[in-house]
């Protein structure tokens, strides 16, 4: 079965960077798009950024266009989320999602707060 862990949150301060891993197993990794998506308390979960099977192919939503990089290693069957310059609205559970033969699958995500 897919499995999807997250790891790398933590708290930061303003300014600052992190950088997530997602450790991916079940399905064939190096076939498929990877993305990050996360969501804010009281909010939805939104999409955040996008990588094709190959590595080759990237997007990313505005609101961290210039500031975060997606990245993968398909030798290790893990999706990376480089995060800098980090501000107060990028507070949320960060979650990485294949779609599997049409299905969505996701991990526990990992919690990524950032306060003074």
């Known amino acids: 079965q897919v499995q999807l862990v997250e790891s790398g949150g933590g708290l930061v301060q303003p300014g600052g960077s992190l950088r997530l891993s997602c450790a991916a197993s079940?399905?064939?990794?190096?076939?498929?798009?990877m993305s990050w998506y996360r969501q804010a308390p009281g909010k939805e979960r939104e999409f955040v950024a996008r990588?094709?099977?190959?590595?080759?192919?990237?997007n990313y939503a505005d609101s961290v266009k210039g500031r975060f990089a997606i990245s993968r290693d398909n030798a290790k069957d893990t999706v990376y989320l480089q995060m800098n310059v980090l501000k107060p609205d990028d507070t949320a559970v960060y979650y990485c999602?294949?779609?599997?033969?049409?299905?969505?699958?996701w991990g526990q995500g990992t919690q990524v707060a950032v306060s003074s």
């Open positions: 079940g399905f064939t990794f190096r076939l498929y798009a």
């Open positions: 990588i094709t099977y190959s590595g080759l192919s990237t």
């Open positions: 999602n294949p779609r599997v033969l049409n299905t969505d699958y």
